[in-house]
Every structure is written in structure tokens, then in C-alpha cells.
């Protein structure tokens, strides 16, 4: 889905859209949803609080899915087709009890991989005080800069709501550079993590 289709899907139904929305794109839909509460669409701490829970029940249901169904021959099919496969399994399992809080920054921003590594961390039972305290900085931090972003790019375009539908094409253009630094810097995060999880298994190896 493309940002120009998001965007008046998200005018026409607000916030009855934002939630099948953003399990498909939360990137994209908090940063149009951002840029819309400059024109008083949205109320932004509403938006800040909306993503906050949407990314604690998926991760609560990711961490629990790992914690009961860890061991499940579907789930770990599954783990196989997010790149967690079983060769490597104990390395990742060996970033979570060491380096959990690296191992989450990287993991829920990393392109492709993030639910599989959360899964592992219900799997080799983190404390759950832990997960959710760096769960939830974490996601603050993506989709605050995300929605903030999003809000200061609206209301340079004079924080109206008929200014920024008449300048959608400018818009797309200008979120469109955004994402794609956003993508690189995903990819970045995925190689770091790839490259954390190499220097457990030469340490494993030792």
C-alpha cells in the first residue's frame, strides 16, 4: 500500500481506520496520522497512546506465544520464516538473557525480523518486568519521533487540514525521502543484530 492510498483513507475515517491500518504500515500511518494533528485531525496524545497500547498487546502476544508455544512444531515454522531458524535459535536466545535491552532496540526496529526475536524472548522466559520497561521506551521512542515528525511536517505546510490536502503530492514526495532514510536505518538495525548474533555464536564456540 502506497502513501498516496493511506492518506485519504485515514481523512475519510480517522480513527476508525487507524487500527487495521497500522498492523499493515504503523510507520507510515503514525507519521500521516502526526502530520494530520497539526491541522487538528487527530489529537496527538491520543495518537501517542493508541500506538503505545497497539505495540504492547502485539508484543505481549508475541512474548506469550514464545512462553507457551515455543515448542510447537507451527510456531516454530513460523520462527523459520521470520529468520529465526533452529541452527541459530540458542544464539538468539543467548542475546536476550545477555543483552536484552540492545537485543530489543535492534530487534523491534530491524526490517523483517522483529516479531520472530520477540517470540524467542517469551521462549527462553525473560522477566517480564524487563521486557515490557524496554518494550515500551522503545516503541515512545520509534513512534514519538515517528508522530512528532509527522506533526512539525504538517504545520509547515501551514497546519491546516485543506492546505495539506491540496499539497498531498508534496507531501508524499517529501514523506517519501523520510521513509526511505527510515528503511535504511531498518536495514542498519537488521545488520546490526545479525552481526550481534555472529559474535555470540564465535563466543558460543570458544
Not at 508484543?59 to 506469550?64: A, M, N, R, T, V
Not at 520462527?79 to 544464539?91: E, F, I, K, P, S
Not at 520497561?133 to 509547515?156: A, D, K, N, P, R
Not at 497546519?159 to 523520510?178: C, D, H, K, N
Amino acid at each position: 500500500m502506497q502513501l498516496g492510498d493511506i492518506t485519504p483513507l485515514i481523512i475519510e475515517y480517522k480513527y476508525w481506520i487507524l487500527l487495521p491500518l497500522s498492523f499493515a504500515e504503523g510507520p507510515i500511518v503514525a507519521f500521516i496520522a502526526g502530520t494530520l494533528s497539526a491541522a487538528g485531525y487527530f489529537n496527538i496524545y491520543l495518537l501517542g497512546i493508541f500506538f503505545l497500547v497497539r505495540d504492547l498487546v502485539v508484543d505481549l502476544g508475541c512474548y506469550y506465544l514464545g512462553h507457551f508455544g515455543g515448542k510447537w512444531p507451527w510456531v516454530q515454522r513460523l520462527l523459520a520464516r521470520m529468520g529465526v531458524t533452529q541452527d541459530h535459535l540458542d544464539d538468539v536466545s543467548a542475546l536476550w538473557n545477555k543483552h536484552p535491552a540492545k537485543t530489543m532496540f535492534f530487534s523491534k526496529l530491524s526490517y523483517g525480523v522483529a516479531a520472530g526475536f520477540i517470540v524467542v524472548a517469551g521462549m527462553v522466559n525473560m522477566r517480564l518486568r524487563s521486557f515490557l520497561l524496554y518494550g515500551l521506551l522503545i516503541t515512545l521512542m520509534h513512534y514519538g519521533v515517528l508522530l512528532v515528525v509527522g506533526y512539525f511536517f504538517g504545520q509547515s505546510f501551514g497546519g491546516q487540514i485543506t492546505t495539506i490536502i491540496e499539497r498531498v503530492p508534496y507531501i508524499i514526495g517529501a514523506a517519501s525521502l523520510f521513509f526511505i532514510a527510515y528503511y535504511f536505518f531498518k536495514r542498519y538495525s537488521k545488520r546490526k543484530l545479525e552481526a550481534m548474533e555472529k559474535q555470540e555464536e564465535i563466543s558460543g564456540n570458544k
